[in-house]
């Protein structure tokens, strides 16, 4: 679902394994990969819930990174079947503001022409309808890449397992 400050979406996994064995995995890695980013703190982990918080102005310095332009947001891991389904909200709100900032300075005397006004706000509105569907985009891809390491590491160390078992 798209909102004015963010967007949120649903994203199905299909997993060669129950998803139930590696959701606390998943959401650990997640977790753990949020962290790493100096830009993102207060990061909140719990076996199926990843909460997180941007700081202010971190999309200035830190380029095409798929959480700079994200205020907040929360992800939430499940398993249905053979299914790993992962629910998030991101939030945009400095994006917003700076955007709302830049229509109105549109309205200032820089700008005489109402033709020139039209121009500027429908590019600035269609940079920010962009950003809001290219993060989407760039995560749904990031969390299945995720999904798919985690599935891997987990079946790597169940072959570890049997062949110490067979060893043993």
């Given at each position: 679902m798209?909102?004015?400050?963010?967007?949120?979406?649903?994203?199905?996994?299909?997993s060669i394994?129950?998803?139930s064995?590696?959701?606390?995995?998943?959401?650990?890695k997640?977790?753990?990969?949020?962290?790493?980013?100096?830009?993102?703190?207060?990061?909140?982990?719990?076996?199926d819930?990843?909460?997180?918080?941007?700081?202010?102005?971190?999309f200035?310095?830190?380029?095409?990174n798929?959480?700079n332009?994200v205020?907040?947001?929360?992800?939430?891991?499940?398993?249905?079947?053979?299914?790993?389904?992962?629910?998030?909200?991101?939030?945009?709100i400095?994006?917003?503001?700076?955007?709302?900032?830049?229509?109105?300075?549109?309205?200032?005397p820089?700008?005489?022409?109402?033709?020139?006004?039209?121009v500027?706000?429908?590019?600035?509105?269609?940079l920010?309808?962009?950003?809001?569907?290219?993060?989407?985009?760039?995560?749904?891809?990031f969390?299945?890449?995720l999904?798919?390491r985690?599935?891997e590491?987990?079946?790597?160390?169940?072959?570890?397992?049997?062949?110490?078992?067979?060893?043993g």
């Amino acid at each position: 679902m798209f909102y004015l400050i963010g967007t949120s979406d649903t994203v199905a996994i299909p997993s060669i394994i129950p998803p139930s064995a590696f959701v606390p995995d998943f959401t650990r890695k997640l977790a753990n990969y949020l962290k790493d980013i100096a830009y993102i703190h207060n990061v909140q982990h719990t076996e199926d819930t990843v909460k997180f918080s941007g700081s202010p102005f971190r999309f200035i310095w830190n380029g095409w990174n798929i959480f700079n332009p994200v205020s907040h947001g929360i992800f939430t891991a499940s398993a249905t079947g053979s299914v790993l389904t992962v629910e998030y909200k991101i939030f945009s709100i400095e994006f917003l503001i700076y955007s709302i900032i830049f229509s109105i300075i549109v309205f200032s005397p820089l700008f005489s022409s109402l033709m020139l006004k039209i121009v500027y706000l429908l590019i600035i509105w269609s940079l920010y309808i962009f950003h809001i569907f290219w993060v989407r985009y760039r995560l749904n891809k990031f969390l299945k890449r995720l999904a798919a390491r985690v599935v891997e590491e987990y079946m790597d160390s169940l072959r570890k397992l049997e062949e110490e078992n067979a060893l043993g």
